[in-house]
């Protein structure tokens, strides 16, 4: 038994798991394959992370090594204690759930390869995974998902590439869609408009091929959510209305109607986003979680209360701020300690705004100084674009007011570290 005190956070890693370093390497070559990095690991090699030496850790390896131990490269090659965090990872709880991830990790990849091509048992896996990842959407940030979404993209598409027996088809196509939407929506949330439009185009092609209501009805909202955040509300308000023509079922009236509404009142038709309000109100109360739609692919009722908030902002004028206020305090009722922070933060930004549109700075000021608290991971393109908003407005109402001149200061401070920029970082 070693009894040497661990160089770096990967040693004590490796001492404290049941893995010896031939294993290790193994298991990392496997994972590199898997993720289509350019990345192989040899023992001297691992060895000499251990001891910290890396002057010549190449991107793709790294990347790779994030995914095998589950953190940051740098955290890894660090002594442990210099490392603040380190502590909950020596647990014994925490080192049972990495085992007990890597073993499922290697489960699942035996069964999608056992078959020799898609079966049952293969199907049910992948569903499996994207429900999975899905659920992992609401807890996790969109940089987190990016390499598992990658992975599983890859096995699936792979698989549609060799023959296949004609029955397993449908599934497989749905799962490809699926996996593509949420790589579009996770693209969009980091600001990479062209990524999420091609991810979103080969999502529609798949669902087109599955037949498929629901997935149908997921790419048409990212499509219109990139529209959006980009300021092309005609063309959002088109993908909305061309998605809820052929839509018949509530949850995905609710999402549709929900996009449609602040994408017609963003470019002025007033009649047009309350027509589409009245439709989303109407599904809102009918509508219930379904398979069909895992994790974010579900279009939670609190979304659905802050985009009426939305709409009703952009409308304008004190009773429809009135009404923005009341959607967005019941958007907060709606959500729980276990809902995702960005879907609270967007609740209290457009409360923020109608206070403001009611004359009380000080409650909007309230609002924001929640919001500026969000870690920089979860400050996605539409959290950024609704504090940058939210700013404009407090310099309209009232630019020489102490508040506003401190908020904009940390705003400005909150909107130079982005979701974008870390994900860049990463690189």
């Avoid at 497989?172 to 091609?198: E, F, K, P, S």
């Avoid at 037949?211 to 219109?224: C, G, I, K, S, T």
């Avoid at 002025?268 to 069909?292: Q, Y």
């Avoid at 995702?340 to 009380?360: N, T």
Wanted: proline share 4%; charged share 25%.
């Amino acid at each position: 038994m070693d009894n040497t005190v661990p160089r770096t956070v990967l040693e004590q890693l490796i001492r404290q798991s049941e893995r010896n370093v031939p294993e290790w390497c193994a298991y990392f070559n496997t994972t590199a394959t898997e993720l289509r990095e350019d990345a192989t690991l040899s023992e001297r090699q691992l060895r000499r992370w251990m001891a910290g030496n890396v002057p010549d850790a190449r991107s793709s390896s790294q990347r790779v090594a994030r995914r095998v131990w589950k953190l940051a490269f740098e955290t890894l090659v660090s002594p442990p204690e210099s490392v603040d965090s380190l502590e909950p990872v020596s647990s014994t709880l925490d080192r049972l759930n990495q085992e007990i991830a890597m073993s499922t990790d290697d489960s699942a990849r035996w069964v999608k390869r056992g078959a020799g091509g898609a079966d049952k048992n293969v199907l049910d896996q992948l569903h499996a995974d994207v429900a999975n990842i899905a659920a992992e959407y609401l807890l996790k940030a969109p940089l987190e998902l990016i390499p598992a979404l990658t992975s599983l993209r890859r096995e699936v598409f792979d698989m549609l590439d060799a023959r296949q027996r004609p029955r397993f088809l449908p599934d497989l196509y749905l799962i490809a869609g699926q996996v593509c939407a949420l790589m579009a929506h996770a693209c969009a949330d980091l600001g990479r408009a062209y990524d999420a439009d091609t991810h979103a185009r080969t999502a529609w092609f798949a669902a087109d091929y599955a037949e498929d209501q629901h997935l149908r009805a997921y790419v048409r909202w990212v499509q219109a959510n990139v529209a959006y955040w980009s300021r092309d509300y005609g063309r959002a308000a088109q993908y909305a209305k061309s998605g809820l023509a052929d839509m018949t079922d509530d949850s995905t009236r609710l999402r549709l109607a929900s996009q449609l509404g602040r994408a017609e009142a963003a470019r002025g038709d007033d009649r047009a986003a309350l027509a589409a309000l009245d439709v989303a109100m109407d599904a809102l109360g009918r509508s219930r979680p379904v398979a069909a739609e895992p994790g974010v692919m579900y279009f939670d009722p609190g979304k659905a209360r802050y985009y009426a908030a939305e709409v009703h902002l952009a409308l304008g004028g004190r009773q429809h701020c009135q009404l923005a206020l009341e959607q967005a305090q019941a958007a907060l009722e709606v959500f729980t300690d276990s809902s995702p922070k960005e879907f609270v933060a967007a609740a209290e930004l457009d409360a923020a705004q109608a206070h403001l549109g009611l004359g009380d700075i000080e409650a909007a000021a309230a609002r924001v100084d929640q919001v500026l608290a969000l870690p920089v991971e979860l400050r996605t393109t539409p959290i950024i674009e609704r504090v940058t908003k939210t700013a404009d407005v407090f310099t309209a109402v009232s630019a020489r007011a102490r508040v506003t001149r401190e908020l904009t200061e940390r705003i400005s401070l909150f909107t130079t570290y982005t979701a974008q920029q870390e994900r860049s970082s990463k690189e």
